[in-house]
């Protein structure tokens, strides 16, 4: 009996101990972690890399889509993140607008505004012949589109790429379907008359029109609209909520979010913005949040996403001069706007929504264009306008005292400039960033 008893204390203890073990191997399950989700423009996923689109001309904004004034080819370039040295440097084409990645990250798409265009940039890794360091190479390829399209932006599927026009040439379609494995035109829809941005959740894509109001629903799998959704004012910009199953999409003219069932198609909340003007959001993984930036009164909004279905607003903050972009470093703690209305980034503390400014640059005319930061949450990487052009590029912020370590010149709007004391060159101005956090 004292043998039986024995082993059923053994028993007991070893499957306790079993339990022990499976209890500490997923001690955080009560709150979900996962990596940061990828949304358009890149700037949520974490690389070791980031690419910098420049304009050969002017920038310009409209709400979150960013395009470039210029007739000269523009160039991109690419920060090796673990050095913070300027690497590869890429030929985006003329005019180049919205860009996203691939779902693998190895490539991204311009939309070539003026010239009818898109350019594919892939890259690729290349170890060095000493085996300790490696480079990357990239190689573009051009999808010329009918004329008159003037695509203003490019969001990529798993297999197809999806391009909004908005010029003359392509009231019907207003959306071409590129197949990427052959880089051809498959076919185009009509979706509304003023589509402003897309987002992909599954096999389907949810278009927004911001002149009408609503969101259409491109099956891939049907290859047609499927489903066509009112939302609020002036729909602009839209994320997925943590699980995927959610699109909160932006509406910046009456200054809310409509929380859309990715499955059934339907609004299921519609929640406001705490502030006026909401042009994006940024949805911080490592804390389920969605932080919300409002241009019109210069304020970003923190909402508790936990429960996808439903935003739980946490706190506003206000922030610089017409912020374009926000960044959340890792943990959640700490997030910076960019401020496109001075040379300024403002750092918001997430628990108590106090903030601080970060000046970049000493010039106050100077103007910053975009933010992101490393996967480690270390360093910040701002885009500076200067007035004259003579000093554009990237500045590099150490986060732990917020003090500029490095800057990164843009390209030369001129190749062949050789540049001088009397005549110096004018330099591209840095449009958007992709990868990073």
Do not use: W
């Amino acid at each position: 009996m004292n043998l039986f008893s024995k082993s059923v204390r053994l028993c007991a203890l070893l499957v306790l101990g079993v339990v022990l073990v499976f209890e500490i191997g997923c001690g955080d399950t009560f709150r979900p972690i996962a990596s940061p989700l990828p949304t358009p423009g890149g700037d949520q996923q974490s690389h070791d890399f980031v690419s910098i689109l420049n304009c050969n001309g002017t920038v310009n904004r409209t709400g979150p889509l960013v395009n470039c004034n210029g007739t000269a080819r523009s160039t991109g370039q690419l920060i090796n993140v673990s050095g913070d040295t300027l690497g590869t440097i890429t030929d985006l084409g003329v005019a180049p607008g919205y860009a996203t990645y691939d779902a693998a990250r190895s490539a991204f798409y311009v939309a070539n505004t003026t010239a009818d265009a898109i350019s594919a940039v892939s890259y690729s890794r290349v170890t060095d012949p000493a085996g300790s360091t490696f480079h990357y190479e990239s190689a573009t390829t051009t999808l010329t589109l009918p004329s008159g399209s003037n695509p203003i932006a490019s969001f990529v599927g798993s297999t197809e790429e999806y391009i909004l026009n908005a010029g003359s040439g392509s009231v019907c379609s207003n959306l071409s379907i590129v197949t990427i494995s052959t880089n051809a035109i498959t076919s185009g829809l009509c979706v509304g008359s003023s589509p402003s941005f897309a987002i992909q959740a599954g096999n389907n894509l949810f278009i927004l029109d911001k002149a009408l109001n609503q969101v259409n629903v491109y099956s891939s799998q049907q290859a047609k609209i499927i489903a066509t959704i009112s939302v609020g004012t002036a729909p602009v910009y839209a994320t997925l909520s943590f699980d995927k199953n959610f699109v909160y999409v932006v509406n910046q003219g009456s200054s809310d979010i409509s929380i859309v069932d990715a499955n059934a198609f339907t609004v299921v909340s519609t929640v406001p913005t705490g502030g006026s003007g909401p042009i994006r959001t940024f949805l911080d993984a490592s804390l389920v949040r969605l932080y919300v930036l409002n241009q019109g009164d210069n304020t970003v909004t923190g909402f508790n996403a936990l429960g996808n279905s439903t935003l739980v607003k946490l706190g506003t903050a206000t922030v610089g001069p017409n912020p374009v972009n926000l960044t959340v470093l890792t943990g959640g703690n700490r997030a910076f706007t960019a401020n496109s209305g001075n040379n300024t980034l403002t750092e918001i503390n997430t628990g108590s929504f106090t903030t601080r400014t970060v000046a970049i640059g000493s010039d106050p005319a100077a103007t910053v264009t975009d933010v992101t930061s490393s996967a480690d949450g270390t360093k910040l990487y701002a885009g500076l306008v200067t007035p004259g052009g003579l000093n554009n590029g990237v500045t590099i912020i150490r986060t732990t005292d917020n003090a500029v370590v490095n800057t990164l010149p843009s390209p030369k709007q001129d190749a062949a400039c050789v540049g001088s004391t009397a005549v110096p060159c004018v330099l591209q101005q840095p449009q958007q960033f992709m990868g990073g956090r």
